[in-house]
């Protein structure tokens, strides 16, 4: 009955990476860009769902939309101030720009939220519990999947179908060429900011119901977690992505659980995982089998 | 326009960076001579910003209360040590070679005391920690002092509580291998605990987790497994309050107790109903006052911050206190006699207690139980040393 247990809670856990590094992994296929700022847009998006739910008299469930709209535009204002201005420059100084913009929105989040933690004010219908035949865990773990799965097809059929995705391919696949055949480029890259941060501020609600402790720093390791699950999977691809993300929070779970002695090198599981990826195969799991990258 | 827009950026950016800087001076001080420098390093940011800036109120509150010594003025520097290690070595440094600080207070978290703790001894420069309470902290360094117990009596006591008051067999421990508190304690707890049942099969199970996680439910499944009567989980108040939620999701529910480290609001904030129950040792209770400073230090506390007081900002009061007193009696600004003077320390009443620092630098003093009802932490016991 353990095995299942243990089971149930590396689903939970994977599926939650995984809707952090469906995100990270579109801001990149599109723009060949890590933006290393994913992890803090992240924190901004858990952080405005708090200030949202405990000082307005708006309903919850409402908070959490506006909270993500309202982090897909300070996202779609990052990429103006912080990216757009080194559009023509080399791929590494808009690398080290993301950076520097991971750094200024941890510290800005330190001054204005303060460094003491905050409680997520989680809605009581998450505090759930279900227990199947001895197998018991949060109504949260059943939600995130299915959030993430249903994130994952509107997005696949968003870049697949609408002209909007159409034209975030042909940029992905030729920036000039995409610019001289008309298409607005800045308008394209704003909607994918706008997109992948939304997206992040998903995960950020989601992660502050399961882990209710908000605080400045809280993105840097599920950011850097979720970047390996992206590299996993095969980064620019979306289903890779999620696919990295369970193999991640499986794989970590297992470890913990199995091995108890290992239980320090959890963090370092990760990043073991990533070193091998990269020297085994570096394109990730999905990265050649599906040569359309989004 | 895009250069504009570029200026406007960097702007904000050195704002922020010039607030966020991490050292603050409390009190405008005039010319070198005639202020007397206390340095401060406690986390403000991190996993321990809640226990750093409650002991940071307290010692305000102190300089406030008692702001000359020696007909100088006392000026606080204080430093963010973002619970990290490597920070607060750089912390306590900066505040002996560049601030020139005549005696540090702090930290709070065992380990981060400990990484200041050759760098005082080499600089000869006291430090006073207000709720370090791993016995390294002092040991064999004789520039390092603390105002509160020390582990091996309270995981005695809570080891006491769990086989008296709560009639446990069994005892599953959960830790945090990073922290030298939480590590420390639980053997402290364990050797208690064996002693008390006369079993060495009493810890059913010992298990880990490191700073910052946030997911327990591997371990805790683990725990299921071993049938535990009680829970014994010393740690952050962040991290335990996520794994007292996730032990309780995952069906535990048998009591979780902790250590001092507990003590702050945003356990229970973060736990919710689920730290209902939990029950810790600290060191010091507004309801029951010890001292006739005690009181004064509760009305001064709730009149300045507008809240209930809680140990660690008692313990830094108390800390603050204990240096000024040194200094007079001392009646030097030197920090080797004002070391030797901490030293001494005998029947020094504090908010928290009379304080005498023993050999080691360390104080005797009583422990309190409490536990979490009602949203609240309720008072339950007070615990003699012997």
Redesign the interface.
């Known amino acids: 009955m353990n095995i299942l247990q243990h089971i149930t809670n590396g689903i939970s856990l994977g599926s939650l990476y995984a809707l952090i590094a469906i995100g990270y992994t579109m801001v990149y296929g599109i723009l060949r860009l890590i933006n290393f700022a994913h992890g803090d847009i992240f924190m901004l998006g858990a952080y405005i769902t708090y200030y949202g739910v405990l000082f307005t008299p708006i309903p919850w469930w409402i908070v959490f939309i506006l909270a993500a709209v309202v982090t897909g535009i300070i996202g779609l204002l990052l990429e103006k101030l912080a990216y757009k201005p080194l559009r023509g420059s080399p791929r590494i100084t808009i690398l080290i720009s993301a950076i520097g913009a991971s750094f200024f929105l941890e510290n800005l989040g330190i001054v204005v939220f303060g460094g003491r933690p905050k409680a997520f004010p989680t809605p009581d219908v998450f505090n759930k519990v279900i227990n199947i035949r001895g197998v018991s865990t949060g109504l949260v773990t059943f939600i995130i999947p299915i959030v993430t799965v249903l994130l994952l097809i509107a997005l696949t059929y968003f870049i697949t179908k609408t002209k909007t995705g159409m034209a975030m391919r042909a940029l992905s696949k030729d920036y000039e060429t995409a610019s001289l055949m008309g298409i607005n480029i800045n308008r394209i890259i704003s909607i994918t900011f706008f997109i992948g941060s939304f997206l992040a501020a998903v995960g950020g609600i989601m992660w502050g119901i399961k882990f209710p402790q908000l605080m400045p720093l809280m993105g840097v390791m599920p950011g850097l977690k979720c970047f390996i699950a992206a590299v996993i999977g095969g980064i620019g691809n979306i289903t890779g992505a999620v696919i990295g993300g369970f193999i991640l929070g499986l794989g970590e779970i297992l470890l913990v659980a199995l091995l108890p002695g290992l239980t320090g090198y959890r963090d370092a599981f990760a990043f073991v995982l990533l070193i091998l990826i990269l020297l085994i195969k570096p394109t990730g799991l999905m990265g050649e089998k599906i040569a359309e990258k989004v | 326009m895009?250069k504009k827009?570029?200026l406007i950026?960097l702007s904000v950016?050195l704002v922020?960076?010039s607030?966020?800087g991490c050292a603050s001076k409390e009190t405008a001080g005039g010319d070198d001579e005639e202020v007397i420098k206390i340095g401060v390093f406690e986390p403000?940011?991190?996993?321990s910003?809640?226990g750093g800036?409650m002991t940071v109120e307290g010692i305000k509150l102190a300089n406030e209360t008692r702001s000359e010594v020696l007909g100088k003025k006392v000026e606080l520097v204080i430093v963010?040590n973002k619970s990290d290690k490597v920070e607060a070595a750089n912390a306590a440094s900066r505040l002996i070679e560049k601030d020139k600080v005549v005696a540090i207070i702090g930290s709070y978290s065992s380990s981060l005391s400990m990484a200041a703790g050759d760098i005082v001894k080499n600089a000869r420069v006291p430090a006073v920690g207000c709720s370090p309470t791993n016995p390294l902290v002092t040991l064999n360094n004789d520039y390092y002092f603390r105002v509160c117990f020390i582990d091996p009596f309270q995981g005695t006591v809570m080891a006491n509580y769990a086989f008296n008051d709560l009639g446990a067999k069994k005892a599953a421990i959960i830790q945090d291998?990073?922290q030298d508190y939480s590590v420390g304690l639980s053997k402290y707890f364990i050797d208690s605990f064996k002693k008390l049942t006369g079993d060495d099969n009493s810890i059913v199970g010992i298990?880990?987790?490191?700073t910052?996680?946030?997911?327990f439910?591997?371990?805790l499944?683990?725990v299921?497994?071993l049938n535990p009567d009680v829970i014994f989980a010393p740690g952050n108040y962040?991290e335990c309050?996520?794994l007292i939620?996730q032990a309780?999701?995952?069906?535990i529910n048998v009591p979780i107790l902790g250590g001092d480290t507990w003590e702050a609001p945003?356990f229970i904030?973060?736990g919710?109903?689920a730290v209902e129950g939990a029950v810790f040792s600290t060191h010091f209770t507004s309801e029951a006052p010890v001292t006739e400073l005690s009181k004064t230090f509760l009305s001064d506390y709730e009149a300045k911050y507008k809240k209930e007081a809680n140990a660690f900002a008692a313990l830094g009061y108390d800390a603050y206190m204990v240096i000024l007193d040194a200094i007079e009696r001392a009646n030097s600004t030197d920090s080797i006699k004002i070391k030797e003077n901490i030293a001494t320390t005998k029947d020094f009443v504090g908010a928290t207690g009379t304080i005498t620092l023993d050999t080691n630098g360390d104080a005797v003093k009583s422990a309190v139980i409490k536990k979490v009802d009602g949203g609240k932490f309720v008072y339950l016991t007070t615990v003699e040393p012997n």
């Open positions: 895009k827009i570029g950026f950016l922020a960076a607030l966020s403000m940011t991190g996993s910003a809640a800036e963010d291998v990073q298990t880990s987790y490191n910052g996680d946030q997911d439910s591997a371990q499944t683990n299921k497994g962040g309050a996520l939620k309780r999701d995952l069906g945003e904030d973060i919710g109903t």
